[in-house]
């Protein structure tokens, strides 16, 4: 709630404007102003869902300005916005309007920055604050606390892709290597490969993907990287660290986005998380996993091979423990596993334990002791990684 009963003014010696050319202001003199009132709207008060918002602004307050001493100009009203259960200096700005309007892209902006793109309420404090400006001196106005409360609209689809910058997998056809949710967080994902210590690994979300490609069509070069999930940095990059943040599209001053690395040559898990936007490299203990050179996944109506792929390097450089299959055509209930040579993986303890679906049943962890799965008739992307078990059935429309 925004309560203003008048305004105070506080002098600050650095820039008023964190969205133009850096200005250095001296500190000036305190002004007596008088007069600004700031009013809140219902709006402001109440949850603000951008999934079902259809204008591009909202407006969250009313201004009333008073008189300005002579050559003193009011600018860079906008909120300074924190999580509510964190600290005040981790706040960021979000510009305003003297009409009070604050655009629907910057309050996705500001979820974004704390929460990434989970499609979940937040919860924020925030202050009013504008800079009264002569000449080079600045101080700042400090109108009021309030709360926001925000739901970001559902923009990305619950398949993230892996691609490789000198492997196998290019942006044309990065959905042939799928990331395992997590199933007690739907915004972290995995995937576990050999990987040869090369740049070599960004993170894409299908609708991305499809929107850039034409679902593989286009031409990699002319794809769209601005919502690729890579490092902030290639000073970053070039470290290899085994954890630290991540950074989505394209950093200032790079025309391509930053690739992960892993940290050696070796078999690595690789975790994103979109919600804390970290990412980590977890070393696994058996650096020697069986290598198999086919993959079926075997029905009661027959076979469909799987192709398997390298995210780690050229071809050679890492083994291959990622399978797929594109465009399967399932016309009627089946009960498959994967099986390679006399080795066969399912799920559960009875057949049909596991009934597919595209709700959260379409990803399990399967085992060699494992029962034949349920597949609703329908067409699917296949994927299973066979140092996991990992499994997943992405449905297509």
């Known amino acids: 709630m925004l309560f203003i009963a008048g305004w105070t003014i506080a002098a600050c010696d650095e820039s008023h404007s964190d969205y133009a050319a850096p200005v250095v202001y001296e500190q000036g003199e305190l002004y007596n102003i008088e007069g600004f009132t700031a009013t809140p709207t219902p709006a402001s008060a109440a949850p603000i869902n951008l999934g079902t918002m259809t204008e591009d602004a909202i407006k969250l307050f009313t201004l009333t300005k008073g ?17 509510a259960d ?33 499609v979940t309420e937040r919860t924020f404090t925030a202050k009013l604050l504008g800079n009264a400006v002569r000449g080079k001196e600045s101080q700042l106005i400090t109108m009021g606390d309030f709360t926001l409360k925000i739901t970001p609209e559902e923009l990305e689809s619950p398949y993230y892709f ?102 050696e040559k070796a078999y690595y898990t690789f975790t994103i998380d979109l919600e804390a936007q970290t990412f980590s490299w977890e ?7 069986a290598v198999y050179t086919s993959m079926v996944m075997k029905g009661l109506s027959g076979d469909t091979k799987l192709t398997a792929v390298g995210v780690g390097g050229k071809t050679g450089i890492a083994k291959k423990h990622n399978w797929y299959a594109t465009n399967v055509n399932v016309p009627s209930e089946d009960m498959v596993t994967f099986v390679s040579g006399t080795t066969a993986w399912g799920y559960g303890e009875a057949d049909g334990a596991w009934t597919v679906d595209d709700d959260m049943n379409w990803f399990k962890t399967c085992t060699a002791a494992g029962k034949a799965i349920k597949l609703p008739a329908g067409k699917y992307n296949i994927y299973f990684c066979d140092i996991t078990g990992a499994a997943e059935f992405m449905p297509i429309e």
């Open 67 to 83: 008189t300005l001493p002579e050559g003193v100009t009011f600018e860079n009203i906008r909120l300074e916005a924190w999580p």
């Open 86 to 118: 964190k600290a005040e200096n981790v706040s960021t700005k979000v510009p305003a309007t003297e009409e009070g309007m604050v655009t629907k892209e910057a309050l996705a902006n500001l979820v974004y920055t704390f929460y990434g793109k989970k």
């Open 162 to 263: 892996v691609f490789g910058n000198v492997s196998s997998l290019t942006a044309k056809n990065a959905n042939r290597a799928i990331m395992t949710p997590d199933p007690d967080n739907d915004q972290k994902f995995t995937f576990t490969s050999q990987f040869a210590s090369i740049s070599d690994i960004v993170v894409w979300n299908e609708k991305y993907w499809n929107t850039a490609t034409n679902n593989g069509t286009k031409n990699a070069t002319a794809a769209d990287y601005g919502k690729v999930y890579g490092m902030p940095s290639q000073e970053e990059a070039d470290k290899k660290p085994t954890e630290g943040k991540t950074f989505q599209g394209l950093p200032e001053g790079s025309a391509s986005p930053i690739y992960f690395a892993a940290p």
């Open 283 to 289: 070393k696994l203990e058996n650096q020697s996993p």
